[in-house]
């Protein structure tokens, strides 16, 4: 069976902070793909990263960056120079290679960035 | 916009109805995915069609059933419905380039059963 956690339930910064959103995932598969997914207060779900577990070179978009260390099965996700628009709830989410449109997603980590 | 449309918005009918959720995917994707997103589960994948044929199957329930229509439009059907069927329930459709699959979000359904 596969598993996400996402111990940090909710987090809180001030504009400019940097912030890393924790993810650690178990699963059996020796293949597999990892994402993150963020919901804004509007509730809509917005796409951020697919990555496969044979890539573990760390991966960095504009602001974003996301550091995969499959020795300690996490995929973490860091907010670098934070604004109050990345005021969030983040997912992480796992599935199989062999079956990668069934996803795991953990409980989700809400982030509030404060001007 | 992300170019995935969903309908209804908003679902209100009672306890044991009948329901059927729609979802338009971008132009061109061929791939639809339905999840559902409740307080008690979180977000939950349900299942994936692709270009007309299931992918992959996760927590749906058999009172719930989905089809890929030709034109590639999806529609999620969910019966005997019961007071924890209340969510928001999300369509996705995606594209898959070099640099990996990428998905896009409709603006969800939030149904609610009284």
């Known amino acids: 069976a596969q598993k996400v956690t996402q111990a940090q339930t909710e987090i809180s910064v001030v504009e400019k902070e940097d912030v890393t959103l924790d993810c650690v995932y178990e699963t059996r598969d020796t293949t597999y793909y990892l994402f993150w997914y963020k919901q804004p207060p509007s509730g809509e779900l917005v796409f951020l990263i697919r990555?496969?577990?044979?890539?573990?070179q760390n991966e960095i978009s504009g602001r974003y960056s996301w550091n995969f260390q499959k020795s300690t099965s996490s995929f973490n996700f860091t907010i670098t120079a934070s604004q109050v628009v990345d005021s969030a709830v983040y997912f992480c989410a796992l599935s199989s290679y062999t079956n990668a449109g069934k996803s795991t997603f953990g409980d989700g980590t809400t982030l509030t960035v404060k001007p | 916009d992300s170019g995935v449309t969903q309908t209804p918005k908003h679902l209100i009918t009672a306890t044991g109805q009948r329901v059927t959720l729609r979802c338009s995917p971008r132009s061109g994707d061929l791939s639809v995915y339905w999840y559902q997103q409740s307080l008690d589960q979180g977000l939950q994948f349900l299942i994936q069609?692709?270009?007309?044929?299931?992918?992959a199957k996760g927590n749906i329930l058999e009172r719930f059933s989905a089809q890929q229509f030709p034109d590639l439009h999806s529609e999620l059907n969910l019966s005997s419905l019961e007071l924890g069927d209340s969510a928001l329930y999300f369509c996705?459709?995606?594209?898959?380039?070099?640099?990996?699959?990428?998905?896009?979000f409709g603006p969800g359904t939030r149904l609610l059963v009284l």
């Open positions: 996705a459709s995606s594209v898959v380039s070099g640099e990996g699959e990428t998905q896009y």
């Open positions: 069609y692709y270009n007309g044929e299931e992918r």
């Open positions: 990555r496969n577990s044979f890539d573990e």
